[in-house]
């Protein structure tokens, strides 16, 4: 079976913008990546699968924001961008229900909604300004890192520089209303959460941690409750290190979470209440900074991608055990910081 793979990535040294490559399941390799589209600064992209568009960050002259285009065609089509003086957004999300389009300017401390027209036309229709900062050097402002939505489809919004994630009730035209915040240790970063698939439990990964929060979630209050933290590297570890993806499988079973610094992917099993993690398993990423990994559609292949060293790893995963193995090594990710299988 082929496997479709877009890359997103910085374009400051060797990349020129949105990869594409497969992952063949049979052979169980990752093919050699080719540009998909030119564009600068596409950190993260999303999918709307439904009408085969890529949403994907973007700058241009000193402004930032997000591009939209259409991949029904034989070649890519730029449909529009929406820009801003100053930095670009360093996270998107793509509500397919609302057509919204959600985006966390990490530099401005800003959560954005921009509507999705029926043509692929972004427009942005409100903004949250988050002010506020934490007691480390990376938290001198607001930074909100990473927006996506529960499983009662409210938007929650990961604050590093503030040490919070705050939840949002949205209207039918994308406006936000605060629900709800939770505010977690001094320090702690909150750069990405994902929900169990069945259970009512969040994991809060903390980049400036490098540990991982259990958290109850209150779908009437839209709130959250800390469970327990985890550490995602040894206590031995001195060395500088920046916790980046977190991911769980489909079963909730299994959660994986990868370390810059320490380069290498965490691996926890889950409780079939979802309300404790082990670790089980931590292994390199075979190159420097991985700042995205994701599963496979099968939840059988993990792709890690190196940020600095521009290599991409795969594994092997074991469905039962929840162990990875690394099958492949080197392929050539330039500066890529996100991997999405389409």
Sequence with gaps: MQEKIYLGGYTKRVSQGIYETVLDTDKETVAQPHLLIKNNGSTYIAWDGKHQRLFAITSQDGQGGVASYDLSGDTPRLINTVLAPGSSPAHVFYDGGRSLLYAANYHKGQVLVYSVAADGTLALVDTVQHEG?????????????????????????????????????????????????????????????????SAPIAYLLG????????????????????????????????????????????????????????????????????????????????????????????????????????????????????????????????????????
Aim: charged letters at 20%.
């Design 207 to 342: 980049e400036l941690g490098s540990a991982v929060i259990v958290l109850a979630y209150d779908a009437a209050k839209g709130s959250f409750t800390q469970l327990e933290e985890k550490s995602l590297i040894p206590d031995d570890w001195t060395a500088f290190n920046g916790s980046a993806a977190i991911r769980v499988s489909q079963d909730g079973r299994f959660l994986y979470a990868s370390n810059r610094g320490h380069n290498s992917i965490a691996v926890f099993s889950i409780s079939p209440d979802g309300r404790k993690i082990s670790l089980i398993q931590r292994i390199s990423t075979e190159g420097r900074i991985p700042r995205d990994f994701n599963l496979d559609p099968t939840d059988r292949y993990v792709l890690a991608v190196n940020q600095d060293s521009d290599n991409g790893t795969l594994y092997r995963r074991d469905p039962e055990s929840g162990f990875l193995t690394m099958i492949q090594k080197d392929i050539d990710t330039p500066e890529s910081t996100c991997v999405l299988f389409v």
């Design 133 to 197: 900062h934490g007691p480390k050097p990376e938290q001198e402002a607001a930074h909100v890192h990473e927006t996506i939505l529960t499983p009662d489809n409210r938007l929650v919004a990961c604050d590093l520089g503030m040490d919070q994630i705050d939840t949002f009730d949205i209207s039918a035209s994308g406006h936000l209303t605060h629900a709800a915040t939770f505010t977690a240790p001094a320090g702690f970063g909150p750069r990405h959460i994902v929900f169990h698939p």
